[in-house]
């Protein structure tokens, strides 16, 4: 009787502890899910879909369902990418597709006949309100690149959001007015947060945490309503680093000051390789 209920117990257990981490775990890839249909707009069943993520070269494989469905997780986030889908009876060839961090891309498509001349379409997604984001924000690309930063920190990119204030200090960074110690950063779904509550820019250390080039995309949440978040009642940063590709690259700066500059004027060359 004694061993019957350890064993419940520690089930109970196990169960517990494997949807605590599940809950806690953050997003720190993108997904693609749609359906698809034959040339005369039947249901198209064991239909292989290849998506292809151009810079890196990696291969992800697919196949459609029953009712014409498919669905991939764990892409990376970024683009561009390129879907092959091949029926029984036709093919699809969708061009320049970008993936956002932590949500799902939505491709429904008919099949072109085999006879036909190929044609190549590219796809977009239109920006549909989802409540259970709120003020969310997705800040990537040129957005990066292009957007002034005198620190090289985070939180120049983040106060794009209307919802961000930085303070008067260049230091704290409120979210939807919100104490700073209140929001939360991840960097590749790993909290980097001030766990003391001794730094005012909400960092476990005095600086950015991460290399600003490193940066590959960031997510701005503002009080999200999905279950899977918590640990904060502010805001939610989402950090993606980059990762690898087939070609070399890679980016350098120079910061100089001088005394004879008026009020200590720096200049900041950055080249991207």
């Known amino acids: 009787m004694k061993t019957h209920s350890i064993s ?18 953050d997003d720190t890839s993108s997904s693609i899910r749609g359906s698809i249909l034959t040339p005369k707009g039947d249901v198209s069943a064991n239909a292989k879909v290849e998506i292809l993520h151009e810079p890196s070269g990696t291969r992800t494989m697919a196949t459609t369902n029953e009712s014409g469905a498919f669905s991939s997780k764990g892409l990376r986030v970024g683009g561009p990418y390129t879907i092959k889908i091949t029926g029984k009876n036709g093919f699809s060839i969708h061009h ?11 491709l429904s498509t008919q099949l072109e006949p085999m006879e036909d001349i190929e044609r190549i379409s590219v796809t977009g997604s239109s920006a549909l309100f989802d409540p259970s984001k709120g003020s969310s924000s997705t800040f990537s690309g ?12 985070l939180k120049d990119i983040v106060k ?28 590749d779904g790993v909290n980097l947060n001030d766990d003391f509550g001794l730094a005012g820019n909400g960092y476990p250390t005095e600086r950015s945490p991460i290399s600003f080039d490193s940066i590959d995309q960031i997510s701005v949440a503002i009080a999200p ?13 989402s950090v993606v680093t980059k990762s690898g590709t087939n070609e070399f690259h890679g980016s350098m700066f120079i910061e ?3 005394d004879s500059w008026p009020v200590h004027q720096k200049i900041l060359i950055l080249v991207m390789i």
């Open 8 to 25: 419940r117990i520690a089930g109970a257990l196990i169960v517990a502890l494997g949807l605590s981490t599940s809950v806690m775990a």
């Open 96 to 106: 320049d597709i970008y993936l956002t961090l932590g949500d799902t891309f939505r």
């Open 142 to 153: 040129d957005a990066l690149t292009k957007s002034s930063s005198f620190n090289r920190d």
């Open 160 to 187: 794009q959001n209307p919802l961000a204030v930085v303070g008067n200090d260049g230091n704290t960074l409120s979210l939807a007015g919100s104490n700073p110690r209140y929001n939360s950063l991840s960097v």
């Open 225 to 237: 309503f999905t279950a899977k978040e918590g640990g904060f009642s502010g805001g939610k940063i």
């Open 256 to 258: 100089q000051a001088k």
